[in-house]
């Protein structure tokens, strides 16, 4: 399980165990906190095609899926 401070999850980069659309490299471009500091959304973006989707920033935890830094 990747440990993730959701005070410095913008910009972090992160590499998709399973790439699609040769798509594997990622950073999170957008991170909306509410008043409490909570996250309310967050965004990644693909560096090869600048494709941005929304994404729960909980499913970056996830190892099997994720990779914190580009590998």
């Known amino acids: 399980m990747n440990k993730i401070n959701p005070l410095k999850l913008r910009n972090s980069k992160w590499t ?3 790439p ?3 798509e594997k490299h ?3 471009s957008e991170v909306e ?3 409490e ?3 309310i ?3 990644i973006e693909a560096v090869m095609s600048r494709r ?3 994404i729960d920033w ?3 935890k996830d190892d099997g899926r994720w990779l914190h830094g580009w590998q």
């Open 26 to 28: 990622f950073i999170v």
């Open 20 to 22: 699609a659309d040769k």
């Open 16 to 18: 998709a165990v399973t």
């Open 58 to 60: 909980h499913d970056l």
């Open 41 to 43: 959304s967050c965004s």
């Open 52 to 54: 941005s989707t929304p």
């Open 33 to 35: 906190y509410d008043e």
């Open 37 to 39: 500091d909570v996250v």
